[in-house]
């Protein structure tokens, strides 16, 4: 059996909907984000009752394109996001917490079709 090699990679893409405002802030370095939330159907697995399973996942939009795109987006809408996974780390009630979220390098407005997909919120 021939060995598989592979280089390392970091790399997401993702398609669902959006789920609630994106919202934008501004942070103490200067910096500004915007964040939504996006929801993403799992696909069906042997022996499902029929109900649709989903992921609900983080996306930071840090660059200004990104940005642009994220704030124009409504609860409900089609998008497709590519970027990498990131663990964020920030301080919380006194203490270090740490999050996973998409950070993304690419959003685009899609129009979603077939079955398997959430239902706007």
Do not use: I
């Not at 405002?21 to 069906?44: K, N």
């Not at 660059?63 to 990498?84: D, K």
């Amino acid at each position: 059996m021939a060995k598989r090699t592979a280089a390392p990679a970091n790399e997401v893409h993702l398609v669902g909907r959006v789920s609630g405002e994106p919202s934008c802030r501004e942070l103490p370095s200067g910096d500004e984000l915007v964040q939504l939330r996006l929801v993403v159907p799992r696909p069906p697995r042997r022996g499902d009752s029929g109900r649709t399973q989903v992921d609900t996942l983080d996306v930071a939009c840090w660059s200004a394109r990104t940005r642009r795109t994220a704030v124009g987006l409504a609860p409900g809408q089609g998008v497709e996001v590519t970027g990498a996974l990131r663990r964020r780390f920030f301080a919380a009630q006194g203490a270090r917490a740490s999050r996973y979220e998409v950070e993304a390098t690419l959003l685009r407005r899609v129009e979603l079709e077939g079955p398997g997909q959430p239902p706007p919120p």
